[in-house]
T-cell receptor, first 116, second 112 residues
Framework: DSGVTQTPKHLITATGQRVTLRCSPR?????VYWYQQSLDQGLQFLIQ???????AKGNILERFSAQQFPDLHSELNLSSLELGDSALYFC???????????????FGNGTRLTVT | GENVEQHPSTLSVQEGDSAVIKCTYS??????FPWYKQELGKGPQLIID?????GEKKDQRIAVTLNKTAKHFSLHITETQPEDSAVYFC???????????FGRGTSLIVHP
């Protein structure tokens, strides 16, 4: 168990709708990362927050937004959903601002989003 | 930015054989190289990592080697077991505020 909790596990919704994915990081981790994993695709970095502030942006669509709250949990909001947004969405956390030279990422088990 | 290439995309072995997955990276400033294992229905989990000041690291049946000059690193699994079947991802990072870059993954299938 990585200690990272993601809810819900599964989400089925229709095109045009808006959903919110939730993530609770490991205790003590200040950094939260969001990744998208589509079928047969690798891990696409979306966005990173550190202690409530946005720190890095990847290939995140303008229809998507995220935030990190004072208790360090994070939410990823996906709006105007399209069929192509169907994917696994992972949250990861780490102790430090940058995972590379210090600590690794710890991933949750993801939210599987299906857009019909 | 960093670019990580991972090969092969699929690897099929018999139980008891060894498996090797290779990754190359482009940024000579990268100094941290973790490997993750993703089982079906779960998130990637760290299995081993190596830093640039070390050439090899072992943990039971798993080892990672790093060649900084050639900018490549490899995951070695010996005496493979069916429970080793999963998708394996390599990653490279230069630390600080840089985001790790992941390879595209290798699907390892271990046949009993």
């Amino acid at each position: 168990d990585s200690g990272v909790t993601q809810t819900p596990k599964h989400l089925i919704t229709a095109t045009g709708q808006r959903v919110t994915l939730r993530c609770s990081p490991r205790s003590g981790d200040l950094s939260v990362y969001w990744y998208q994993q589509s079928l047969d695709q690798g891990l696409q970095f979306l966005i990173q927050y550190y202690n409530g502030e946005e720190r890095a942006k990847g290939n995140i669509l303008e229809r998507f937004s995220a935030q990190q709250f004072p208790d360090l949990h994070s939410e990823l909001n996906l709006s105007s959903l399209e069929l192509g947004d169907s994917a696994l969405y992972f949250c990861a956390s780490s102790v430090d601002l940058g995972a590379g030279g210090s600590s690794p990422l710890h991933f949750g088990n993801g939210t599987r989003l299906t857009v019909t | 930015g960093e670019n990580v290439e991972q090969h092969p995309s699929t690897l099929s072995v018999q139980e008891g054989d060894s498996a090797v997955i290779k990754c190359t990276y482009s940024d000579s400033a990268s100094n941290y190289f973790p490997w993750y294992k993703q089982e079906l229905g779960k998130g990637p989990q760290l299995i081993i990592d190596i830093r640039s000041n070390v050439g090899e690291k072992k943990d039971q049946r798993i080892a990672v080697t790093l060649n900084k000059t050639a900018k490549h690193f490899s995951l070695h699994i010996t005496e493979t077991q069916p429970e080793d079947s999963a998708v394996y991802f390599c990653a490279a990072s230069r630390g600080g505020s840089y985001i790790p870059t992941f390879g595209r993954g290798t699907s390892l299938i271990v046949h009993p």
